[in-house]
């Protein structure tokens, strides 16, 4: 796969993506979701991966927002293809089938906050600084901001923050519940590896069916529009899988399972 704008890496079973603009502050332009897309599509299934993290190369910035100058001249068609798209993509993000978290690493602004919105997990160094400023361009984030925000910290602080543009630290953030740990830089990384470590060793279809139950949830279930009855059916769906038989004797005769994600 050749890659202009990310870098990746696999160790350990995880899949390290790195958005890799630092000139333009990693900057999310059009070619950098398409290449995020692509990535995602071809590890879906790729049996050496059981987990996903996403950082932005350098100390300064996770991703700093859109490139406005590709859009600053668009037609609304146009924005609501670019809008389209980059839906497309930070869905299959948030539904995707193993564990992804976003390390946050400096700014998270704009398109950046959504893309850490649409990780399973966020971990923000004690640097990053996040927000929705779109309002002073005259737009709206139109990467999910409008939805995930609010269903993160709720409606009256979301619609502050959105109206306002204004950002917010760290340690506003894991108030708030927007991220799940705050750490120093050098220990970004190897806490967001203790997390993913720990998600991994478990059962990776039930680890992929939480994440179904959960967006469902939000998004509404895929079976008769309820989310408790998608938990009913992938509860039973579970009983068929070689993970629960290896989960449940494993339990019953007190040893460490061996999961195969099947």
Do not use: W
């Given at each position: 796969?050749?890659?202009?704008?990310?870098?990746?890496?696999?160790?350990?079973?995880?899949?390290?993506?790195?958005?890799?603009?630092?000139?333009?502050?990693?900057?999310?332009?059009?070619?950098?979701?398409?290449?995020?897309?692509?990535?995602?599509?071809?590890?879906?299934?790729?049996?050496?991966?059981?987990?996903?993290?996403?950082?932005?190369?350098?100390?300064?910035?996770?991703?700093?927002?859109?490139?406005?100058?590709?859009?600053?001249?668009?037609?609304?068609?146009?924005?609501?293809?670019?809008?389209?798209?980059?839906?497309?993509?930070?869905?299959?993000?948030?539904?995707?089938?193993?564990?992804?978290?976003?390390?946050?690493?400096?700014?998270?602004?704009?398109?950046?906050?959504?893309?850490?919105m649409a990780c399973h997990i966020r971990v923000a160094s004690e640097?990053?600084?996040?927000?929705?400023?779109?309002?002073?361009?005259?737009?709206?984030?139109?990467?999910?901001?409008?939805?995930?925000?609010?269903?993160?910290?709720?409606?009256?602080?979301?619609?502050?923050?959105?109206?306002?543009?204004?950002?917010?630290?760290?340690?506003?953030?894991?108030?708030?519940?927007?991220?799940?740990?705050?750490?120093?830089?050098?220990?970004?990384?190897?806490?967001?590896?203790?997390?993913?470590?720990?998600?991994?060793?478990?059962?990776?279809?039930?680890?992929?069916?939480?994440?179904?139950?959960?967006?469902?949830?939000?998004?509404?279930?895929?079976?008769?529009?309820?989310?408790?009855?998608?938990?009913?059916?992938?509860?039973?769906?579970?009983?068929?899988?070689?993970?629960?038989?290896?989960?449940?004797?494993?339990?019953?005769?007190?040893?460490?399972?061996?999961?195969?994600?099947?």
């Amino acid at each position: 796969m050749q890659l202009e704008n990310l870098a990746i890496d696999i160790r350990e079973n995880i899949l390290y993506i790195t958005i890799n603009r630092p000139k333009n502050l990693n900057a999310l332009n059009i070619k950098t979701i398409v290449e995020l897309d692509e990535v995602f599509e071809e590890y879906m299934y790729n049996d050496d991966v059981k987990g996903v993290i996403i950082t932005g190369s350098g100390e300064k910035s996770f991703v700093a927002g859109a490139d406005i100058s590709e859009f600053a001249d668009f037609t609304p068609e146009q924005g609501r293809t670019m809008s389209e798209n980059g839906h497309d993509t930070f869905d299959k993000i948030e539904m995707y089938n193993k564990p992804v978290i976003a390390a946050v690493n400096g700014y998270a602004l704009g398109g950046g906050c959504e893309l850490a919105m649409a990780c399973h997990i966020r971990v923000a160094s004690e640097n990053a600084i996040f927000g929705q400023p779109e309002v002073n361009l005259g737009i709206i984030p139109g990467y999910g901001g409008t939805q995930r925000l609010v269903e993160l910290i709720g409606k009256g602080k979301a619609l502050e923050l959105l109206m306002t543009g204004d950002s917010i630290n760290a340690a506003l953030a894991k108030e708030l519940g927007l991220v799940n740990y705050v750490v120093s830089p050098e220990e970004l990384m190897p806490k967001c590896e203790e997390i993913m470590k720990k998600i991994i060793g478990k059962g990776p279809v039930a680890v992929s069916k939480v994440v179904q139950c959960v967006n469902a949830h939000f998004r509404g279930g895929g079976y008769v529009g309820d989310s408790y009855q998608t938990e009913i059916t992938q509860f039973g769906q579970c009983m068929e899988t070689e993970d629960f038989v290896e989960g449940t004797t494993a339990f019953l005769n007190k040893r460490k399972p061996e999961f195969k994600g099947k």
